[in-house]
């Protein structure tokens, strides 16, 4: 069989590909530790981000606000459609 044609067959048939038919071929105890040690790197990696600054807790006040000037907004329109029904 001419190389090219083995090279198009391991990018159609990854089975053929030897790196993946490696994969499949770990021991069960390699997959555990490398899954033992994939897992807590990946948990770490939220923990890295940086404190909030004060144009983020600004911003955050912002949006409180108008949302609950948006519920007194909603509390005068009931009570105005509740007085309009009288």
Do not use: H, Y
């Amino acid at each position: 069989m001419p190389l090219r044609a083995l090279e198009s067959e391991t990018l159609l048939f990854p089975l053929f590909n030897p790196s993946f038919t490696e994969v499949i071929k770990m021991k069960p105890g390699k997959i555990l530790a490398t899954a033992l040690t994939m897992v807590p790197l990946l948990l770490l990696v939220p923990a890295c981000q940086k404190k909030e600054g004060p144009v983020e807790r600004a911003g955050k006040a912002v949006d409180s606000a108008l949302d609950k000037a948006g519920q007194q907004v909603e509390k005068a329109g009931d009570k105005i459609e509740d007085a309009s029904k009288r």
